[in-house]
């Protein structure tokens, strides 16, 4: 056995080896079939230790520019004769070295891998060269040319038919954002250059001329009307106004090279509050401007040429124009007569098919931006409301159907106005719930809007339109004080009234001088709403009266001698009112609660008064029938608690219901049937919520 064992393990050993020198030997065929920056920086780690990686660190040595630069869509990793090797020895001195299509930093971060392997001092110090020219090449504004020294002027003319940019800031193919990931890797101790020990003086170096870029960034971000948005490819090397570079790239608004600055910006760690309104500007305006409906397609014409066309696709993915006008924000198309187009199709067929001029690199820094604020807890309002200023004016000013929460925050105040929700993912947020007022003083039989944009107006001061799904109301004190300033009444008076569905109000007073304060009713009761943390308090009846599927905690519920709470679950057996964690107090004896129609109510954990008299919940109506109520009464409890005793009808029975959940069992999902989680939202939105 001990034989057999010792044979099979040898030779395991031997196709191990076999395989792994196979694996080399492909490696050293392919890369010379490669991009030079996949060489330099993707090749599988002990590839640098080879004797291939040795060879083409000495062609990185000898091509390296006087001044510490490197040439740019050079093949360095390619076999050098011994009259290309004379060419770069002879060439050392002009000028040449540049940051484009990441020249430079990849010679660099080559360098480093191979050090680690060989310690050869050459490497080392071909790397200290290299990063004194970025540190010298960067203008005292913070920041870096395309090349450096700067081309000359008549060379640049006649090597690209245009006017010189190669002296402007360039942000173009992610120039400058790769030259500040290189040193903020240099300052952050990235193990990829832990093997060239770099003292902690070209640390601070690296670090001040970081901050010093950071700085050049946030001052070169477009105004527009009077508003931070993105960036041009290039700014002006003085002035930071957009330039244009080649005759097809004209000054404009970058839906490409501002990803990796907006990127860039989100990776410093404890970002400063200009560094946090620069990202939250450029976000807006990637989400404001993408381009949806279109998709890029790459095809063969009838005389077997490659062209790109745009064509209609209504489930593509969004798309962002390289270009941006300035003026009217709309992407543009540019060949090389330097002509601006509003299609693509418009612009000869060697810039149409040989430039990008769409992209989708946005949609990461969307993806990203959510964790991102979260990780800094960052708290950022879409719309900000002061007293003197309409919150309806706000809610106007979000787009009309937005796919995200857009937040309002109302700063301390009174606000006399009705409000209207009319569209969804509206999020109110009153800076305190107690000195944040939204009055208005309004009767059901004589509402003050009556219709609005074409839908039909409830009574409320807040009223959510059929269709304003997916709303949060918190930290507010809402009150319809029409029967204490008006009229001596109690007549129907809601405070906050709705027709849409996944209604959250959370965090405020809810008060109402008449009947149904707090009335969420979609149509056909098909609404779906949470509440918590709730002061509710009306001299009427039904003071909480949802439609639908309603879960309610930790709220207080304050009455008049009238029943305290209703439901309405008509039309699906499974539709609820949840209480939990609660409270129930009234000025004079009352009931606890009623229906009209088909209803169920749980309620648990919850405290009352010795106001609550012994009355059940049931059936409103003695004298007539409204509906005849086919599902019975279903009222379920479980460990309520009243001030001088319970009574016979506060006994535990959840066992009674149709599935018999266990207490804990019972909470949002279970109400919802797992179709939605209104707290999971919440805490997604926990930054701007918070209480």
């Known amino acids: 056995m001990n034989k057999r064992y010792f044979i099979l393990a040898f030779a395991l050993l031997i196709v191990t080896s076999a395989i792994a020198q196979d694996r080399q030997n492909n490696l050293n065929r392919d890369y010379l079939r490669m991009r030079w920056v996949n060489v330099a920086t993707r090749m599988p780690s002990e590839w640098y230790g080879s004797d291939e990686a040795k060879r083409v660190a000495e062609n990185v040595l000898i091509s390296q520019k006087e001044y510490g630069g490197w040439a740019k869509n050079l093949p360095y990793h390619n076999h050098f004769s011994d009259s290309l090797r004379q060419y770069y020895i002879q060439t050392k001195s002009e000028i040449g070295g540049t940051f484009d299509n990441s020249s430079t930093i990849t010679e660099l971060r080559f360098l480093a891998k191979v050090y680690t392997h060989f310690k050869d001092v050459r490497y080392k110090q071909a790397f200290e060269k290299g990063l004194n020219y970025i540190l010298t090449a960067q203008y005292q504004n913070g920041g870096w040319p395309q090349f450096f020294p700067v081309r000359k002027t008549q060379d640049e003319i006649q090597t690209d038919n245009t006017v010189p940019y190669s002296m402007h800031i360039t942000y173009n193919d992610n120039a400058m954002v790769n030259i500040m990931n290189f040193l903020k890797d240099i300052f952050s101790d990235n193990e990829n250059f832990a093997s060239l020990n770099i003292d902690m003086q070209t640390k601070e170096k690296a670090k001040q001329s970081f901050d010093l870029g950071v700085e050049c960034i946030l001052k070169t971000q477009i105004m527009h009307n009077g508003k931070p948005t993105v960036w041009c490819a290039q700014h002006h090397f003085q002035t930071f106004e957009p330039v244009k570079a080649r005759s097809y790239e004209l000054p404009s608004f970058s839906g490409a090279e501002s990803v990796g600055i907006t990127l860039l910006l989100m990776g410093i760690d404890n970002p400063s509050d200009d560094i946090i309104a620069a990202v939250n500007n450029a ?299 609660s409270h129930f107090d009234s000025k004079s004896p009352v009931s606890l609660g009623r229906y009209h129609h088909d209803a169920q109510f749980f309620l648990l954990n919850c405290t009352m008064s010795d106001k609550i008299i012994d009355h059940p919940i049931g059936y409103a109506y003695s004298d007539k029938v409204l509906d005849t109520i086919p599902w019975g009464q279903r009222v379920y409890m479980h460990n309520l608690k009243r001030e001088g005793g319970n009574f016979e009808w506060m006994k535990n029975n959840l066992e009674q219901s149709k599935d018999a959940p266990k207490p804990d069992e019972i909470n949002a999902i279970w109400t919802f049937n797992g179709t939605w989680d209104p707290e999971s939202k919440i805490r997604s939105l926990w930054n701007v919520l918070v209480y």
Request: proline fraction near 4%; include cysteine; glycine fraction near 10%.
């Open 283 to 581: 976000v807006a305006w990637f989400k404001e401007h993408k381009v949806e409906g279109l998709r890029v397609e790459r095809f063969i014409d009838s005389d077997g040429v490659s062209d790109t066309r745009i064509v209609e696709d209504k489930n593509a993915p969004p798309l962002w124009g390289r270009f941006y006008d300035l003026e009217t924000v709309f992407p543009f198309f540019c060949g090389r007569d330097g002509i601006k187009k509003s299609t693509l199709a418009e612009i000869e067929l060697e810039r149409r098919a040989g430039y990008g001029w769409y992209t989708d690199a946005p949609a990461e820094v969307l993806a990203r931006y959510p964790a991102w604020k979260k990780k800094w807890g960052i708290v950022n309002y879409d719309a900000i409301v002061s007293p003197g200023e309409t919150i309806q004016a706000a809610i106007e000013s979000a787009p009309e159907n937005p796919e995200e929460s857009y937040v309002i925050l109302i700063k301390n105040g009174i606000y006399n106005e009705k409000v209207i929700i009319d569209r969804p993912n509206i999020v109110l947020v009153g800076e305190n719930r107690d000195s944040t007022r939204v009055i208005h003083a309004e009767l059901a039989g004589n509402i003050s809007i009556k219709e609005y944009k074409g839908q039909r107006v409830g009574n409320g001061v807040i009223v959510l339109l059929e269709g304003a799904d997916d709303c949060i109301i918190s930290g507010l004190t809402v009150y319809n004080n029409y029967g204490s300033t008006v009229e001596e009444t109690t007549s129907h008076q809601m405070s906050v009234f709705g027709r849409a569905t996944r209604t959250i109000v959370i965090n405020s007073n809810v008060w109402a001088d008449g009947n149904d304060a707090l009335a969420l009713w979609a149509p056909e009761g098909n609404g779906m709403y949470y509440h918590a943390d709730l002061d509710i308090r009306c001299p009427g009846v039904d003071i909480l009266c949802p439609r639908g599927w309603c879960y309610a905690t930790r709220i207080s519920i304050y009455g008049d001698g009238r029943a305290l709470i209703w439901h309405d679950g008509r039309s699906d057996y499974d539709k609820k009112l949840v209480i939990t964690d």
